[in-house]
Structures are given as C-alpha cells and as structure tokens.
C-alpha cells in the first residue's frame, strides 16, 4: 500500500506540518506558491505592480503558481505577500499565514514542557501580534496526542481545513499565525487524534475571553491599556504584616449580590461603584469573590470553570473587572479570588480529554474522576498540567493585581481516597493515601505566589487533620498563608441550633477549639457553603422566637469577631438574609426596612470596626499569647469570658451569655485594677436589643477570682455579649 503523500494528508485534514507544503518555496530554479483554500472560486498572487492568478490544480481547493522568475520578483516574495480570493461571489485579500517564520522560541517551549513558564498564558492561547508589518493574531495550543490541529471561526467558515497549525517538535504546542484577524473574533481548535481519527471541537485552555454563554466560542482579546492606579496600595501590601494585621472577608457572589430590576446582573463597574461603599461602610478589608473565571452554568456558582484565564463575561471585559479591582484598593480594599485548581468539568467542548486523550486529567477513573461533583481532577504530575494551572494563578496575581487566592476542595486535592470506598481508589507510590504529585503542586504554588507577590496571601478551605497546611514549605507545612476552620465552624453553628436549654450539655463545642487554634493560622468562615442547600440561613439556624432568633444571631457574630482567628462572613449574613441563599435572584434587601435586620446590620458595621481597630482583638490571633481564659467551665449557666490581648499586653474582656436568662451580679476575673470600660453590648437598642447591661462600664474590685489578681461584677444580657476595656 502506497504511504500518503504530503498532500493526501493535506487534503484528508491530516497534516501536522502543514508548512512544509503550503506558502513559498524553492523548486529547483523556479518558485511555487501554493494555497489550499476549499471554498475559494480563485486565488491570486497581489504584488505592487500585477495580480497574478494561480492555477486550480486539485478540485479539492489545491491552487498553485510556478515559474521561473524574473530578477526583481524573489526579494519581494521573501517579504509577506497578499493573496486575492474569491469566494461565493465575495472578493477579499490577506496575507497568506503560510510565509510567516515560527514565533514561539525554544526557550519558552523548554520551559513550558518543564512546567516553568510562569507566563504561558503569554505564550499560548491567541494574542494580537505583528510581524514584518503584518498585523493579525498568533494562536497556540498544547495537544501532544494530535494528528492535526486547526484555527476555526467565522473567519473560515469554521472549516478545520483551512487553517492547519504547525506542530512544535516533540513539545506538543501547536502554532499559527493569521494575519488579518482582529480582537473579537470567535475561534475554537479542530483536533484530530492521531491514534483514532477522532474530530474534537475545543475552547481554548489559554484562551482569556470568551463569548457570553450559552455560547462556547473564545473570543480574540484586545491588548489591555488599562491604566492601574493602585501603585501605593502594592506598595503598602508588600510591606503588610499580615500575621498580625486584621482581616475581614465578605465573601461575594457577584451574580446575586444584587440584581437590576429586570434581573440583569450587575456589570463589573456597576459593582465598584454599588459594592465598594457598601463595603467599606461595614468596615470589612476585602471582598472574596466566588469564582469569576468563565464557566458556562450560573448554577454553578463559578466552581466548574470552564476558563482559567478569563474574566467571566457575563459581568463584562477583562478591564472592567481591573476597574473593579482597581477601585477598591483606591478605598483601602484588598480582592480575593476563588480559584478552582482541585477538579475542572467534564463538558466536552473544554479541557476533557482534550486531544482526545486524558491530558489534563487521569485516564484511570480512580484517579481522575470526582465522585462528589462529576468531574475531572487534574493530573498534577504531568509537569504542563501543573504549568497551566501555576501559570493561571500568576496571570490572576499580575495582571489583576489579585491580593490573594482561596484554594476550593484542598481537602480533596490532599488524598487519593476523598470520599471513595476501598478498591475505589489507588495508592502512591510508597502504599500512602496521600496525592504526593497535589501535595508537591501546591507547595510550589504556595511559594511562587509568596515569592513573586510580596504581601499577597492563599488561603486554604482544607476540612481535614492535615498538619501544617499553614506553615512555610521549608519547614515541610503545604505554604498556605492561612486555612479555613471549619472545624470550629461546624461546632460553633452546632451549639447555636440548640435550644439554650440543653446547651450546658454541649459547653465543650465552644471550648474545645482552643486545644488547636494556634496549630495553624486560621480563618473563622460563615461562607456560602452554610446558608445553602437546605441548611437554611444563619438567622433561620436559630431556635426560638423572633427575638431570640436575632438575639442568638448578633451573639454568634459577637462571638465570631472576638474570638481568635481572622473573620470571613458571606454576603446577606451581615444583615440576617431571611431565606437560604439562592444564586438565581439578589440577597432580600427589603429586610432592612425592619428594625432587627438594620439592627443586625448595624451590629456588624461595629463589631467590624471594633475588630480592625482595636488591636487586642486581631494582632495576635494566631498566638495562643494573645488569648486567655477568665472562665471556660460555668457550663450550668452557659457563660463564656475570657481576656484577648495585643502585642504590648493590652488588654479586653468579653463576657458572652448563651441563654436568654439574663446574669445580674455576675462576677468574672480580671486582669488588672481600675475602671473597665464597656465598649461593645450586643443586646444595645440600636441592634434591636433590650439594651440590658452595665452602663458606662464597672469598677473592678479586689476581690481575687479565676486566677486572677482582680475581679469584676457585671450583668450579662440574654443570649448576648460584651466587650470591657480598662481605661
């Protein structure tokens, strides 16, 4: 049987070089031109003084010119030349993409085999270029396991034959050069397995704009002039000592944050300009917006990206979200992301089985599939993979000045058993349960984000015992900058659904936490995981009457915000949202026409303001210094007090009531003699409280309790808390 010839794989959509047969080359003492363009009628050479018309010599669109040529006609072909074609009755002209040298270097494409080319995203994907004077967009894309690999769009009539690419070597990058295309255009990749002959329709990995959904299409992206004016906020950020800074998180769905009245989103900019204030009013430092990179289902909240380089169009242009971004660190606001490196969906037009094998992902399903979530997980230890996926948390941090990354599902990512039964799943390499290839990805994603980003953060929602997910990889801890406790999340939100009167059997649920609070550096989260999915809002999780519900509520923020351990709050609980979160419609906004929500409202704007400013309550919140017990064990009463302190020693007092009987002539320990001030009751009228308490604040007497060389009494307000400081 006869090989195919270069031109029968041509021809056949098979031709992985397809350089080595179209454009200009020599022919002896002659030179051939040749075109292969399926729906042109004809095609003709343009130069500066002729039109010169090539030959049809192949029914299938195969067009060539030949020819010994005149002294003054090769230097001007060894330039990009024009071509003429007509097509359906339409005439246009552009340069043929066959008479362009390769761009990428073999530097970047060592680098990227490696997985160390940070800045891949410049390399790959499709990005406005000119050579020699010729203006259009160079594409790349990664598919070792290709036959072939094709630029379509409207630009081709999305025909993969027009526009093959050239492979790289042995690197696997595919390459092109179009010249005349613009920012907008629409492409996707036309692969072809080489092992099965299969036809794949793919988004780009790379790809950094996409087409408003439902529609899959990339979108050439424009060059970004946008001018940042957030200098003196890096500035600052790289010298933040965040250990002992405070940190208040409200955590965004930026689709139903609010809506306008037609149920249109908010864009990017309508939310700098709505969001910020609101924000910064309530006292909080940054905003952690679920994910924003694209994803073609709202209801997934953005956790099945689809785009790990683009801005979800839905609420505008990559520049958009800069302003967004740009605006709030103007006003002192730091931007989080939620970033999704643990599991990527399995729709069959984005990274599944790319080239038609499992190339980002594990072909073993006991390894690459998500049970929980349908999805794939990625294969951390093929070096590209790893590459992509470091590369789209650099691209965040750089070129969105991101101040930090929340890393979804880390727990999932730590262990090759999560939520699999046995013979499920399959073990390392050593008989371990441990994902070593997640592991070492994580740890050099965690140092190049600290190393590269000064003052930049991570931050890991990890629900298991792993030790040391927030301590530095020299010290052989995972490199997070903090992680998420959901261990006294799940605790806490325990012991407030009780009726307060059986609470005294549960004391332990609020004191054990201390035996591990300082293991790791920890955030104390009511995020969005917790308001969904039948496990009702923080308001509708409390037991009794309306005024017990909120009374119960302003006690659990006061107890969130006073206790070790930096603060996150999702969207709504700030002012007791009513019904569970729903990401199809905004948060009930109407609730604060009544006193108890504005009051809830009210309550969190001070207590956010009291945590920031106040340093006893956030310096030390990851040092078992800045904490002491008053009294853990009064579980008969359900009584809490205990002292925070600041780094010069300080001191407050918080005293915490969980049961609606109110405490007069309640005596705790204090630290030292004279007047101690209370700055903070969260049973104040103006929370919608009953206003029980002690005034302007209580002498302390030397009387010697709990340890401590003084002593205080106070009244203690139903289901409430108060904050004392010495003056």
């Not at 988004?203 to 704009?209: A, K």
């Not at 549960?506 to 609070?517: E, I, V």
């Amino acid at each position: 049987m006869t090989p195919p010839t270069r031109l029968d794989r041509l021809f056949s959509a098979r031709c992985h070089d397809p350089f080595s047969v179209l454009g200009l080359h020599q022919s002896g003492d002659a030179h051939l031109i040749r075109v292969f363009r399926p729906h042109a009628d004809s095609v003709s050479l343009l130069l500066a003084d002729a039109e010169i018309p090539l030959e049809r010599v192949d029914s299938r669109g195969l067009f060539e010119w030949r020819g010994n040529l005149k002294p003054s006609l090769p230097p001007k072909l060894r330039k990009p030349y024009r071509l003429k074609f007509r097509e359906g009755g339409q005439t246009f002209e552009q340069y043929d993409p066959y008479c362009f040298e390769p761009i990428l270097s073999e530097h970047d494409l060592h680098l990227f085999n490696e997985g160390r080319l940070l800045e891949a995203y410049r390399a790959l994907g499709a990005h406005l270029h000119t050579m020699q004077g010729v203006t259009g967009v160079r594409f790349a894309v990664w598919a070792p396991n290709a036959e072939r690999v094709s630029v379509i769009g409207d630009f081709n009539r999305w025909d993969g034959r027009v526009h093959p690419m050239r492979v790289r070597g042995s690197s696997g990058v595919w390459e092109l050069f179009i010249p005349g295309l613009a920012a907008g255009d629409y492409y996707k990749y036309e692969i072809r397995n080489r092992h099965t002959g299969e036809i794949r329709i793919k988004s780009d990995p790379y790809c950094q704009s996409f087409e408003l959904r439902p529609g899959t299409a990339g979108r050439v992206p424009p060059t970004s002039d946008y001018q940042w004016g957030d200098g003196a906020w890096l500035q600052a950020r790289a010298q933040r000592d965040w250990l002992h800074a405070p940190l208040n998180i409200y955590e965004v769905h930026a689709g139903s944050w609010r809506r306008h009245y037609d149920g249109r989103f908010y864009t990017y900019r309508e939310l700098a300009d709505a969001l910020i204030p609101y924000v910064r009013d309530l006292g909080f430092s940054h905003i952690e917006f679920m994910p924003l990179t694209e994803h073609p289902l709202d209801e997934s909240w953005g956790y099945q990206t689809t785009g790990y380089f683009a801005a979800s169009s839905r609420f505008g242009s990559a520049d958009d979200l800069r302003y967004l971004i740009d605006q709030c660190h103007q006003v002192g606001i730091g931007v989080i992301l939620d970033w999704v490196p643990g599991h990527f969906p399995m729709d069959d037009w984005a990274l599944a089985r790319f080239d038609g094998t499992a190339l980002y992902e594990h072909e073993d399903p006991r390894l690459g599939l998500h049970q929980d979530w349908g999805t794939h997980i990625f294969n951390y230890g093929r070096r590209e993979v790893a590459g992509f996926l470091l590369s789209s948390a650099y691209y965040w941090l750089k070129e969105f000045h991101i101040d930090g990354l929340r890393v979804d599902a880390v727990a999932s990512m730590l262990y090759l058993d999560y939520s699999r039964k046995a013979g499920e799943w399959l073990p390392n390499k050593y008989g371990g349960r441990e994902n070593l290839e997640a592991i070492d990805f994580l740890r050099e994603m965690n140092v190049m984000v600290h190393e590269r980003f000064p003052g930049a953060l991570t931050f890991a929602e990890e629900s298991t015992a792993w030790p040391m997910v927030s301590r530095p990889v020299y010290l052989g801890g995972l490199g997070f900058s903090m992680k998420w406790n959901m261990g006294w999340m799940n605790d806490t939100l325990s012991y407030f659904q009780l009726d307060p009167i059986f609470r005294r059997y549960h004391h332990n649920n609020l004191t054990f936490g201390q035996l591990y609070a300082y293991s790791e550096n920890f955030v104390l989260p009511f995020s969005h995981d917790e308001v969904v999915h039948g496990k009702r809002s923080l308001i509708g999780k409390m037991p009794g009457d309306a005024w017990q519900q909120f009374a119960n509520l302003r006690l659990l923020l006061t107890y969130q915000f006073t206790t070790p351990g930096k603060k996150l709050n999702f969207m709504g609980n700030e002012f007791g949202q009513g019904r569970e979160w729903t990401p199809g419609g905004e948060l009930d906004w109407g609730l604060l026409q009544t006193h108890w929500h504005a009051g809830v409202q009210t309550l969190m704007r001070d207590l956010g303001r009291l945590y920031m400013n106040l340093p006893a309550l956030h310096e030390l919140d990851f040092d078992a210094a800045g904490f002491g017990w008053i009294d853990c064990h009064d579980a008969n009463q359900s009584v809490l007090a205990f002292v925070r302190r600041d780094r010069s020693g300080r001191s407050v007092i918080v005293a915490l009531n969980f049961t609606p009987v109110p405490r007069e002539g309640y005596r705790i320990g204090a630290p030292a003699a004279g007047f101690w001030r209370e700055i903070f009751n969260s049973d104040s009228e103006y929370y919608g409280g009953g206003n029980m308490g002690n005034g302007a604040g209580a002498v302390s007497e030397d009387t010697p309790w709990m340890g401590y060389p003084h002593s205080l009494v106070l009244t203690l307000p139903p289901l409430g808390g108060v904050v004392l400081s010495l003056d």
